[in-house]
């Protein structure tokens, strides 16, 4: 049997210089591990965020942890210097750059400053060639604008999908992954249900985007990478596919857009 990976998680609340936090995320990784999951991806979203994802990788336990660093759209008027020199250090269990994007929802920062650090953060995935990991929320078009003008790094992920088909389509055309999450069980989510389904088995992860956005039975609760198999069963059902099947698809398709080493 194949286990599950959770493609985009955020374990680090707080600094792991407290050992209580320490011990905590090893109690969540080891609920995880006995719901099937053995690989996570700590996603960054500023400076901070970024450093404590990279210093939870070197956690032992039976889960292989990973870590991406990034400047969150939320943060983009920030200094992306730290990012920047954050990525370049080589640390061996750096696989990503970002989350980063656009978020027109919420729009923290303005649109042009989310935009330069976007563009900021797809040079950097071009240039130590890893993954891009891609938040965009109410902004498709300008993503799609971006990715048409200064091209998408040949490892790209659209984490926490959660557009229309059409949406997808545009994408997955443009040499995209799309990563679902816990949302597609949501009562609310015909829409993304059906963008779903179209996405080829090859191009697909699945995620807990944790601690946010637990999945039903479990919304109203903290999140964690223990449901990602919850948010697998849901889709292997949705797309009338076996769950075993989906799990080592998803987990094959982690490792490759992640470069993880073979197992």
């Given at each position: 049997?194949?286990f599950?990976?959770?493609?985009?998680?955020?374990?680090?609340?707080?600094?792991?210089?407290?050992?209580?936090v320490?011990?905590?995320?090893?109690?969540?990784?080891?609920?995880?591990?006995?719901?099937?999951?053995?690989?996570?991806?700590?996603?960054?979203?500023?400076?901070?965020?970024?450093?404590?994802?990279?210093?939870?990788?070197?956690?032992?336990?039976?889960?292989?942890?990973?870590?991406?660093?990034?400047?969150?759209?939320?943060?983009?008027?920030r200094?992306?210097?730290?990012?920047?020199?954050?990525?370049?250090?080589?640390?061996?269990?750096?696989?990503g750059?970002?989350?980063?994007?656009?978020?027109?929802?919420?729009?923290h920062?303005?649109?042009?400053?989310?935009?330069?650090?976007?563009?900021?953060?797809?040079?950097?995935?071009?240039?130590l060639?890893?993954?891009?990991?891609?938040h965009?929320?109410?902004?498709?078009?300008?993503?799609?604008?971006?990715?048409?003008?200064?091209?998408?790094?040949?490892?790209?992920?659209?984490?926490?999908?959660?557009?229309?088909?059409?949406?997808?389509e545009?994408?997955?055309?443009?040499?995209?992954?799309?990563?679902?999450?816990?949302?597609?069980?949501?009562?609310?989510?015909?829409?993304?249900?059906?963008?779903?389904?179209?996405?080829?088995?090859?191009?697909l992860?699945?995620?807990?985007?944790?601690?946010?956005?637990?999945?039903?039975?479990?919304?109203?609760?903290?999140?964690?990478?223990?449901?990602?198999?919850?948010?697998?069963?849901?889709?292997a059902?949705?797309?009338?596919?076996?769950?075993?099947?989906?799990?080592?698809?998803?987990?094959?398709?982690?490792?490759?857009?992640?470069?993880?080493?073979?197992?």
């Open positions: 049997m194949s599950w990976t959770d493609a985009h998680c955020h374990l680090q609340e707080q600094f792991l210089s407290d050992d209580k320490a011990t905590s995320v090893q109690a969540t990784l080891e609920r995880a591990f006995n719901n099937g999951v053995d690989r996570v991806v700590v996603i960054g979203t500023d400076a901070v965020t970024s450093s404590e994802a990279l210093a939870i990788t070197g956690l032992e336990g039976p889960v292989e942890i990973y870590a991406t660093v990034g400047l969150h759209p939320h943060e983009a008027n200094d992306i210097g730290p990012i920047l020199e954050l990525a370049r250090a080589g640390h061996p269990r750096l696989v750059i970002g989350e980063c994007g656009f978020d027109y929802f919420y729009e920062s303005p649109r042009s400053v989310q935009r330069a650090a976007f563009v900021a953060q797809i040079a950097l995935a071009k240039e060639n890893l993954a891009l990991v891609v965009t929320r109410d902004a498709f078009d300008d993503l799609c604008d971006v990715f048409e003008s200064e091209g998408v790094p040949p490892r790209t992920v659209i984490h926490c999908f959660t557009g229309t088909p059409g949406d997808a545009r994408c997955l055309e443009l040499g995209c992954d799309i990563s679902i999450s816990g949302v597609v069980t949501f009562k609310n989510a015909d829409t993304l249900r059906e963008a779903t389904r179209l996405v080829p088995l090859d191009r992860h699945v995620e807990t985007d944790s601690p946010f956005l637990a999945p039903v039975p479990h919304r109203g609760r903290a999140n964690e990478p223990a449901y990602v198999s919850v948010v697998g069963q849901f889709v059902e949705l797309r009338g596919e076996d769950v075993e099947t989906l799990r080592a698809a998803t987990s094959d398709n982690s490792a490759r857009l992640f470069a993880l080493p073979a197992r």
